[in-house]
């Protein structure tokens, strides 16, 4: 996988995102994505499932240590912290960023190379905790990407992918899914709710068939696997 690997830098330097992508395109054949600002980098990470991020800190919109934190809560995927000044890693270091190499500017391209192939490799030996339970759900966008691939659902769907991904784990009979998914209260049967998660069920299959995240507990509800 390491040869096709993309990568997404968050970097305002527009030359020095210039030079990052040359390198990691030629040198090593990856695929990258560039984004300049903080703010539109949750968005672009999203879209893009990168493999890995190259996380700059001092940005325009967000700050980098934000989009980290971002990027941790819905996700496992390597982030490498690029920071201007040596003496700050201590103090990233302390934050517990969940970052997983930091790099200091200045930098020779050749060096971020050999960072993100190490990183890579070593995220490689467990391939599926990129996204736990491969599972990502952008309720403002109404969008949900599963293993990569995007869903397409229709609003029912998505709303009860929505609530469950919300909480793995947890069992939720179906009243309290009939009540997300029609929340005027309209009366429908038990039944409606279970072919909605039939059909939700039907789409993740098609992306992943023979496993199945969402779990059906006799007699109680329904959960996804956490
Ligand atoms: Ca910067």
């Avoid at 560039?34 to 949750?42: E, H, L, N, P, Q």
């Avoid at 190499?101 to 070593?122: G, H, Q, T, W």
């Avoid at 789409?203 to 995240?213: F, K, S």
């Amino acid at each position: 996988m390491s040869s096709a690997a993309k990568i997404l830098i968050v970097e305002d330097e527009a030359k020095l995102a210039a030079v990052l992508r040359d390198y990691l395109e030629q040198s090593a054949s990856y695929t990258t994505h560039w984004v300049d600002r903080g703010d539109t980098a949750m968005d672009a990470f999203i879209h893009e499932q990168p493999d890995l991020v190259l996380l700059d800190l001092m940005l325009p919109g967000l700050d980098g240590l934000e989009v980290c934190k971002a990027i941790r809560a819905v996700s496992d995927t390597p982030v490498i912290v690029i920071t201007a000044r040596v003496e700050e890693i201590d103090r990233l270091l302390g934050l517990e960023l969940g970052a997983d190499d930091y790099i200091c500017k200045p930098f020779s391209p050749r060096e971020v190379v050999a960072r993100v192939k190490a990183v890579l490799r070593r995220a490689n030996t467990a391939p599926d905790s990129r996204v736990p339970g491969g599972l990502l759900v952008d309720e403002e966008k109404h969008a949900a990407n599963y293993k990569g691939t995007g869903l397409k659902l229709t609003p029912v769907e998505f709303s009860l992918l929505a609530h469950l991904a919300k909480h793995p784990g947890q069992i939720f009979s179906r009243n309290q899914l009939m009540n997300i998914i029609y929340p005027d209260y309209r009366i429908v049967s038990d039944r409606t709710v279970d072919t909605h998660v039939k059909n939700l069920r039907q789409r993740l299959a098609d992306v992943a068939p023979g496993e199945q995240i969402i779990e059906s507990v006799y007699g109680m509800g329904y959960r996804l696997a956490d």
